[in-house]
């Protein structure tokens, strides 16, 4: 078993539709999750960072984190075309403890 | 400088050869990290650095992938005799922090082709 899985997709959701991105991790020593976007060609970059259980919103975006269910989402509302790319999740502290583990990603198209 | 910065941006190597890939991280960052991200995959850990002190290097797939960062600052990765299996991109990545808990600041990396 991965220390983090992504929902394999590739997701496509039309212009205006909330995106639903999902990931669940293995280590329950885990205490910070962080969700990157990865435009193709380019390095990842930090959109949003989680460390509590519940739900953190930022703009269009929200993160939701169960740690009892090891899980963690990413809700993308309005979605954008420009919103298409990867999206990274990552998990840090337990067996991760100083750098981050990251899952496989899952590309997201948004379509007009 | 205002960012990460990672050269080359593109390397081609020839099997066997040996490969030095450097990165500079944002001015005063102190944590350091090294990635290999296959295409298609996630970024996958090879080494941290806390200032010059290489804390984890768990992650190096074998004894021909070595890293140092002497002085704190810049860091060089350097893979020996190259085989096809390290084609890939290779992301450097720093962090203020002792650790990397509050997220890190990706370079553009370097694309390593071994032909």
């Known amino acids: 078993q991965k220390e983090v899985e992504q929902n394999s997709g590739p997701l496509s959701v039309p212009e205006g539709a909330i995106a639903s991105l999902n990931c669940t991790y293995s280590?329950?020593?885990?205490?910070?999750f962080f969700w990157y976007r990865q435009y193709s060609g380019k390095s990842p970059e930090l959109i949003m960072f989680?460390?509590?259980?519940g739900d953190k919103e930022d703009g269009r975006f929200t993160a939701q984190l169960n740690k009892a269910s090891q899980y963690v989402s990413l809700l993308i509302r309005d979605s954008q075309p420009s919103d298409s790319a990867t999206y990274l999740c990552a998990v840090e502290g337990g067996t991760s403890y100083g750098k981050l583990t990251f899952g496989q990603g899952t590309i997201l198209t948004v379509h007009p | 400088g205002a960012g990460v910065s990672q050269s080359p941006r593109y390397k081609v190597a020839k099997r066997g050869q040996d490969v030095a890939l450097r990165c500079d991280p944002i001015s005063g960052h102190v944590s350091l990290f090294w990635y290999q991200q296959a295409l298609g995959q996630g970024p996958e850990f090879l080494t941290y650095?806390?200032?010059?002190?290489?804390?984890?290097k768990s992650g190096l797939p074998s004894d021909r992938f070595f890293a140092e960062r002497p002085e704190g600052s810049v860091s060089t990765l350097k893979i020996q005799r190259t085989q096809q299996e390290d084609s890939a991109v290779y992301l450097c990545?720093?962090?203020?922090?002792?650790?990397?808990?509050?997220?890190?600041?990706f370079g553009s990396g370097t694309r390593l082709t071994v032909v």
């Open positions: 989680i460390y509590s259980n």
């Open positions: 650095f806390q200032n010059e002190a290489q804390l984890d």
């Open positions: 280590d329950r020593g885990s205490q910070s």
């Open positions: 990545a720093s962090s203020p922090l002792h650790r990397g808990q509050g997220g890190y600041t």
